[in-house]
């Protein structure tokens, strides 16, 4: 589907009750909550003993563990990540967590976000003597780590020293020998929370994962924030603490899963915020309201409340699609949207259709769409946007097209309504949609919108 790619998920846990909860099993269930963020590999790595144990592949979570891998990685400590893979990313080696032995013991990373120095970064410790395995920035940390450690052993000031060189978006889990850690940008861009499951502490990127494995939210890591868990329990340290933040929109608009909450703020009110806003700005008489699965449908929800309009779930989503080892012909390739979405023609044929989805990137799929629609019998279709129209890259661990392939930045909203062929084409405004996560502390990044991008970009 023409949508940005996911980023990555992080999970992690400090278990105080072996003889009741298995760690890896934990974090397996962890990461199936947040497989949405990273489809691409999987991998988990536990502290046992005086060594890390770690097992990972590339694919969904079902195609790298089984029962038998799992019960092989035993300890109290571990950490677990799914990815997805930014170009030229996907292969094994690049794989996370990463681990290393230095001065300190055994340590191991699982990060989520994207460093904007990371070249000038690996240059430096290239000429220091490390030779990198990997091209992801979660080696350079590590390595970082390493140097700091070198010079001072107390992880928490090692840490605020990486963190201080470091740029960009990330959250990060970091496990030693006897401590489960949590680091946020001091932006706050990429989210990452902490939870307890019994006498047990929980981080994950999301709160649905907590759902799952029946663990309380206890708080978010703050920005510039690192989080120390051991087992003495939990202690906090502020790094860094910048004047402003810059959370990223599109957590809400469409990465993070609708049952997760963010900095306060609850993902699902956050989208059905943006349709009810939307209505009070693009009022249509329509016969229907539907939404684009899954991201558009609470927005679809809460445009169709606002005005009184019929709700409907217009399309049937094909959940089983997955991966496949098939390459399709031109044909199929053509079909691509129609093998996920199957339009209900009989809610469709003759109505006049108010159509919402949570964005439009390149347009090619929206085009798709919307010709599925039509041969479904639609007499009218007004396409509403649930975020601005996205005119420049991401840099901060999002994979977005290069700006010509955007159409909103070579198109007018005219000009993209004359080519997806609808009736009628209306995006939230930047100001309604920073109003739609009731509740965040935070304030919020939206580059892809203005290309204001919180820090300066090489």
């Known amino acids: 589907m023409d949508k940005f790619k996911e980023e990555c998920g992080v999970f992690g846990i400090f278990n105080n009750d072996e003889d009741i909860l298995k760690t890896s099993e934990i974090i397996y269930f962890g990461l199936f909550a947040l497989q949405h963020r990273g489809q691409e590999s999987a991998g988990i790595a536990i502290h046992n003993e005086s060594k890390i144990k770690c097992h990972k592949g590339m694919g969904l979570l079902p195609n790298v563990f089984d029962e038998s891998i799992l019960n092989s990685l035993k300890g109290n400590i571990g950490i677990g990540h799914v990815k997805y893979s930014m170009s030229g990313e996907n292969c ?167 049952d997760s909450v963010i900095d306060g703020a609850n993902v699902y009110d956050a ?37 009184g309009l019929p709700y409907s779930e217009g399309f049937i989503k094909n959940r089983y699609i997955g991966r496949t080892f098939i390459q399709p012909s031109q044909f199929m390739r053509e079909r691509s949207v129609s093998l996920k979405l199957n339009p209900l023609k009989k809610l469709i ?39 601005p129209p996205i005119r420049c890259c991401c840099y901060f661990g999002i994979d977005t097209p290069h700006r010509k392939h955007l159409i909103a930045d070579t198109h007018s909203v005219e000009e993209i309504k004359e080519t997806l062929g609808v009736d009628s084409l209306h995006y939230i405004s930047l100001e309604k949609l920073i109003q739609t996560p009731v509740g965040a502390k935070l304030n919020f990044c939206t580059a892809c919108f203005d290309g204001s991008y919180p820090m300066e970009i090489g």
């Not at 094994?92 to 967590?97: F, I, M, Y």
């Open 92 to 258: 094994l080696e690049n794989t996370q967590p990463i681990s290393t032995k230095n001065i300190a013991g055994n340590i191991a990373v699982a990060y989520n976000g994207n460093l904007i120095n990371a070249g000038d970064l690996r240059m430096d410790l290239e000429k220091m003597g490390f030779i990198f395995q990997t091209t992801t920035d979660a080696e350079v940390i590590i390595a970082l780590l390493s140097v700091e450690m070198a010079k001072n052993d107390n992880i928490e000031e090692a840490l605020t020293e990486v963190m201080g060189n470091i740029q960009g978006a990330y959250a990060v889990t970091i496990m030693t020998k006897d401590k489960l850690i949590a680091v946020r940008d001091p932006l706050g861009m990429r989210p990452i929370t902490v939870g307890k499951l019994r006498n047990s502490y929980i981080v994950a990127s999301e709160t649905c994962a907590f759902d799952l494995v029946g663990a309380e939210f206890i708080k978010d890591v703050e920005p510039g924030e690192i989080v120390i868990i051991d087992k003495d329990g939990i202690k906090s340290v502020q790094a860094i603490k910048e004047e402003k933040t810059a959370a990223c929109i599109f957590e809400f608009i469409y990465f993070a899963r609708p």
């Open 349 to 387: 044929n003759g109505k006049r259709v108010v159509m919402l989805d949570d964005s439009i990137v390149r347009g090619t799929t929206s085009k798709k769409i919307v010709d599925i629609l039509r041969k479904a019998g639609a007499k009218e279709i007004h396409f509403l946007v649930a975020s």
């Open 271 to 307: 989208r059905f915020e943006a349709g009810r806003l939307l209505a009070q700005e693009c009022k249509i008489d329509a016969d229907i309201v539907i939404g684009v699965p899954d991201s558009g449908l609470p927005s679809a929800q809460g445009y169709a409340m606002e005005l």
